[in-house]
């Protein structure tokens, strides 16, 4: 009888350290697997920038990694602009935005103010309890996740944010997983980022923001050879300001600049994605129009040569028009088969309209030699 009360103290003890080492372990192989998938996330995101040096394609393959390792509500990544005044929606998905969409900060905006200035993320637990919502959120509740993307710590080039349906449903350890990944993720765009900014600037017009010869001479290329293969039609309209030398004489090189920046912009306002505008040199531009036909081309020539003529280059102080262009326009195949032999008409043909009185449109067709 009193034998079957004796408690085997040992066996107890033993028994207790085997649970205690199963518990050790089993954390131990939680903590293993969350390594493990910290891991296959880094790799993957690496391999965004391994596979593509393009800014494009590696925001693309990020947001496809977003959506498939995550069940998220909405997912919004958002990059800053070159001055930092403005945040573009790079990517997203769930939050109802479209791709490309220009949000301009707000400073007295406490959410932009608390992401941006402070470069801290922002964890708002209840959607309820903020009013305004923000911007870059179809959430009408639920829980909201923003994490800068920082290079450095005074440089951060934008912030991901991610959204789910229900309140305070982020934990303590997902934010620090998620804020370590935005932090390769960051390196990743950054570096990609800057191997496209250099590769805009070997194209790119310094002071009208436009593609610069060079890339148009490339362009042209390829646009003839496509147009001769698919037997499309092209067109190039030369331009060239009226009297800008004397604009330059009279009102100063700064106005001259000035006029020039807003020239590139009216004509990037007025013409297709698909056109191609560059600035050929000096006070002369350049676009080039696939798949327009000389006549179509003459239409889009007007319409510029109106614009300008009726536009504001003194921003108030004087009054409004005071520049004009003269336009000359020439096609593939009309007027050549061969990308020289079209430029040189539609340079023919600018000369025309120059030597006719200016502020007119000309085109290669009328003229009646070369």
Known sequence: MADSVITDVDGETELQSLRYRCADLVAANRELHKQQQELQWLLQINRCLSNTLDKNETIDSLKEFFFTNFAWAEFSLLLKSQLGEKLRIAATFGSGLKTGKQLTLNHSDPLFNHIIAHNQPLYIRDLQTVDPLPRFTQLQSGSLLCLPLSVAEDQMIGFVAFGKETRENFSLDEIERLRLLCGHVAIVLHKTMLYQNTKDLAYTDELTAIFNRRY???????????????????????????????????????????????????????????????????????????????KEAVTVAEKLRKRVKSQNFNKGTGPAGGVTISIGVAAFPENGVMAEEVLHKADLALYAAKQGGRNRVVVANSLTND
């Open 216 to 294: 148009f001479n490339q362009c042209y290329e390829r646009e003839i050879g496509r147009a001769k293969r698919y037997q499309r039609a092209l067109s190039v309209l030369m331009i060239d300001i009226d009297h800008f030398k004397k604009l330059n004489d009279t009102q100063g090189h700064l106005h001259g600049d000035r006029v020039l920046k807003q020239m590139a912009q009216l004509f990037d306002d007025n013409i297709r994605k698909a056109d191609i505008l560059s600035r050929y040199g000096g006070e002369e531009f350049v676009i080039l129009l696939p798949e327009i036909r000389a």
